[in-house]
């Protein structure tokens, strides 16, 4: 079982900049790929930013140019760095990860409040 445990949400006026971190209770090189999702009121999770074992990352067109995904092996975390925040940024934020073997995993986080607002 894989525990993903998010933090550094929080409140941010427009323009400003948090840092998410996701803790990961097993090595971050045995998950295959992890990200970052998030859900807007109403709505489905979508896809924010991810990562893959190897280092290759991928975002959704709305944040690209804005926010970083990267990960630290060492203390098994991925962060996602967010600049220029704008108010339709303002979501609740979940951590995932994806182990493909032996067979496929889903694991997510709790999830972090963003809130963009001046």
């Known amino acids: 079982q894989v525990q993903l445990v998010e933090s550094g949400g929080g409140l941010v006026q427009p323009g400003g900049s948090l840092r998410l971190s996701c803790a990961a209770s097993?090595?971050?090189?045995?998950?295959?790929?992890m990200g970052w999702y998030r859900q807007f009121p109403g709505k489905q999770r979508g896809m924010v930013a991810a990562i893959t074992s190897d280092g290759s990352t991928n975002y959704a067109d709305s944040v690209k140019g804005r926010f970083t995904i990267s990960s630290d092996n060492a203390k098994n975390t991925v962060y996602l760095q967010m600049n220029g925040l704008k108010p339709e940024d303002t979501a609740v934020y979940y951590c995932n990860g994806v182990i493909l073997t032996p067979s496929p995993s889903l694991y997510w986080g709790q999830g972090t409040q963003v809130t963009v607002s001046s």
């Open positions: 097993v090595s971050i090189f045995d998950i295959n790929v």
